[in-house]
């Protein structure tokens, strides 16, 4: 039951907080940048079954590799990019969480 709280809360509340803290006079176009980051998801689609409970997506799902989080982490540095690493770096913890509490 607090998995997908967490989980959910993590995708859609952390991202808010940061565009409150962070990006205060842009914060809606923050956030929304921000939340477009679980569009990573639609790598799910290349597997099957889609959605398996019991798997974890970290390194398993093309967009969800170390590699992959390595960019997403780069992603940050140069200020055009920011919005977008910081909404991927979120997605990935959020799926890392949900990782640890299997």
């Not at 959910?8 to 809606?28: A, C, E, Q, T």
């Amino acid at each position: 039951m607090l998995q997908p709280v967490l989980h959910y809360g993590i995708h859609f509340l952390l991202p808010l907080l940061v565009s409150f803290l962070f990006f205060k006079s842009n914060w809606k176009h923050a956030y929304f940048v921000m939340i477009c980051a679980i569009f990573i998801d639609l790598d799910h689609l290349l597997v099957t079954p889609v959605f398996d409970p019991n798997r974890c997506s970290i390194n398993f799902h093309p967009l969800h590799t170390y590699i992959a989080i390595a960019i997403y982490i780069l992603l940050i540095i140069p200020k055009k990019t920011r919005l977008i690493g910081l909404g991927l770096i979120i997605h990935i913890l959020a799926d890392k969480i949900d990782c640890l509490l299997m």
